[in-house]
């Protein structure tokens, strides 16, 4: 999942991924609607200068990468 320059995204010039509400509403979903144990984590963000906030998905030890 991929969220381009995120305006949500601060501080700018973080030194790790800032998105954690965006993580967290992204896992909850997922979990209701297709995967109990899945898990997000954001691997790219725009508050560290990336031009979109980019988000993994693990499920069932399998990743799932850049869904738009």
């Known amino acids: 999942i991929s969220i381009a320059h995120n305006p949500l995204a601060r501080p700018r010039g973080a030194s790790s991924p800032a998105c954690v509400w965006h993580e967290k509403v992204f896992e909850v979903l997922i979990r ?37």
């Open 32 to 68: 209701a609607l297709a995967a109990p144990d899945a898990e997000v984590r954001e691997v790219e963000c725009c508050a560290m200068g990336a031009e979109a906030c980019l988000f993994d998905i693990e499920i069932s030890q399998r990743r799932h990468r850049r869904v738009h």
